[in-house]
Every structure is written in C-alpha cells, then in structure tokens.
C-alpha cells in the first residue's frame, strides 16, 4: 500500500545534514564539560596541577581549561568543514590530523617536570579533545553521505 502524501512515506523522507554549528558548539561544549570533570577529578586525587616551565610554576586552572578545550575543537573542526567545501576528502583528513595532534601533544606534558597526577590528567584532556573533535568530523561526514 503506498501513500497519497510522500512525507508519509519513510522511504521519501531524506536525512538532514547535520548542521556545522551544532557539531562545532557540541564538540566544544562536550569538551569543556568533560575535561573540567576530569580537572577536578585530578585535584580530587592529589594531582599538584601545576607545570614548571623554563623555571617558573605554571598553575593549571579551570578558565584555562574550559578557554583551550573550546577554542581547539572549534578552530580544528571549522577549518576541516571549511576545506571540505572546497574537497570533501578533508573532512577524513581533518579527522587524522585531529587525531594526529591530539596524539602529539599528550606527549607535551610527559616531557615536563610535574607530578605523575598531573601529566595524568593533562593527557586525560588532551586525548580527550582530539576524540571530540574526530567524533565530531564523523558526524558531520555520516550526515552528508
């Protein structure tokens, strides 16, 4: 039996693309939210969550935190959904150099002098935002299929 209205019909119905500015805003809230979780989690731990850097103490503080895991996801994802605009391909390749870096940077904070809790929890983030921002690409990439 088929319909007389088309919207009716399931097989009629496409997907919606998924809005950028939905992913972006997601990816970078998601991030912000979760690493804030795990920045009190390491505190709640003992981690000292301070870095020293060329001899002076760096404090690791939420503002911090919440500033570097919005702006990363936003600046990676736009630049990846913009470039696919002109080649889709760079979406997946957004998606390996958001990996790629977040991989690459976890090793920052093993390299510097703190406490085991703190490079813990600085990796913990950092991962973390690399995952969101290649979850959000994905996204982004399945809606347009």
């Known amino acids: 039996m088929t319909s007389s209205f088309p919207a009716a019909d399931p097989a009629a119905r496409g997907r919606r693309a998924l809005p950028v500015w939905q992913a ?9 939210i979760v ?11 003992g ?3 301070v870095l020293k850097l060329n001899g002076k103490s760096d ?8 500033f570097m895991s919005i702006v990363a996801p936003v600046v990676g994802v736009t630049a990846a959904v913009l470039l696919a605009r002109w080649k889709p391909v760079f979406l997946r ?3 390996f150099a958001g990996g790629a870096v977040a991989l690459l940077t976890a090793i920052g904070p093993l390299t510097v002098d703190t406490d085991g809790g703190t490079a813990a929890t600085l990796v913990t983030m950092h991962l973390f935002v690399g995952f969101v921002a290649v979850s959000a690409l ?7 299929a």
């Open 138 to 144: 994905e996204a982004i990439r399945r809606s347009r």
């Open 47 to 49: 981690a000292s969550l």
């Open 93 to 95: 390749v957004g998606q």
């Open 59 to 66: 404090e690791i503080n939420a503002g911090g935190v919440i």
């Open 35 to 45: 690493n804030l979780i795990v920045l009190f989690v390491g505190d709640a731990a």
């Open 24 to 32: 972006v805003a997601g990816a970078a809230a998601l991030a912000a």
